[in-house]
């Protein structure tokens, strides 16, 4: 008599890939709600800070330092998968320049929108992310995106220019850097998943991002900001406190971090495209929640 022991094993396992599945794929669907909550929050702290303290390539620098303590920590601890994961090549490192290049540009660009107007104004505008992604991807990943796809763009595009237009906080200096910002993370974005592989996973390829971008805004924030950030830091302590003050510089570099880690956890499942257009929902919630404080 034939045994049903391999059967019975056989379907135990596959019960199990098939509830294994169905957990993860409920984390996946967690991982924008994170996201948006993260960088909610993110936002306002942030802009408070900025109100206070106007150095936007200073608050950049804690934001990518912060990161890299995080990163650093994870991985002394043992908890390599959360972090860098395992060091990488030269051609790796050549793959993640691209992305970690562009990634500090754009977040100082962004930071320095977000200190010279509204925080809905600078979301507004980079809400066109996806039509950066859209021509980027074609350049780059040589990817075509669906004509009813790019249609759809065209009403954020004229809805930008008109908010823009109605926006009393506008200036030039904010609207232009949140374009630099939606160009270069368009790059970012489009380098950033070219740079995944199956052995470098989107948490190392950010974290390696987040060191790298460190040392690029450090010198660049020194060289703007450096004789001016004592008296800055100073006046800012003044007001706010200095307990209060440098606990609010290291919670916002934390959830810039996290934020951005859960994006990018994001981005290796989706193309370039799909993940600007959730940023765009992102932006509508930090719009709606900044006028609802």
């Known amino acids: 008599m034939r045994s049903t022991k391999p059967r019975r094993d056989l379907e135990v396992v596959t019960v199990q890939y098939q509830l294994d599945s169905t957990a993860e794929d409920r984390t996946k669907e967690q991982d924008p709600l994170e996201t948006y909550g993260l960088n909610v929050y993110f936002n306002l702290l942030n802009k408070s800070i900025l109100q206070h303290f106007p150095f936007p390539y200073t608050v950049s620098v804690v934001h990518v330092a912060v990161g890299t303590a995080y990163c650093t920590l994870t991985y002394l601890l043992g908890l390599k998968s959360w972090s860098f994961g395992r060091a990488i090549s030269p051609e790796e490192l050549r793959k993640v320049l691209g992305p970690a290049s562009m990634h500090a540009v754009g977040h100082i660009a962004a930071n320095i929108s977000y200190a010279a107007v509204a925080i809905s104004l600078t979301h507004t505008v980079k809400t066109m992310e996806p039509a950066f992604n859209v021509l980027l991807s074609r350049l780059v990943l040589g990817e075509a995106t669906p004509a009813p796809v790019v ?34 993370f ?24 987040t060191l790298i971008s460190l040392i690029i805004c450090l010198p660049v924030a020194l060289a703007m900001e ?19 003050f440098y606990t609010d510089l290291v919670v916002v570099g934390i959830c810039y971090h996290l934020y951005n880690l859960l994006s990018f956890n994001t981005l290796q499942r989706v193309s370039p495209v799909s993940h600007g257009v959730t940023n765009v929902v992102k932006r509508v919630v930090i719009i709606f929640s900044r006028c609802a404080v």
Request: proline share 1%.
């Open 151 to 184: 249609a759809s763009l065209l009403p954020i595009m004229l809805g930008v220019a008109l908010a823009s237009s109605a926006e009393l906080s506008f200036n030039w200096t904010g609207f232009l850097s949140a374009m630099v910002s939606n160009l270069t």
């Open 186 to 209: 368009g790059f970012r974005a489009v380098w950033g998943k070219a740079a995944m592989t199956k052995t470098l996973d989107s948490t190392a390829v950010y974290s390696y991002t």
């Open 226 to 244: 450096g004789e001016s950030l004592t008296a800055g830091a100073q006046a800012a302590v003044s007001v706010r406190g200095e307990a209060q």
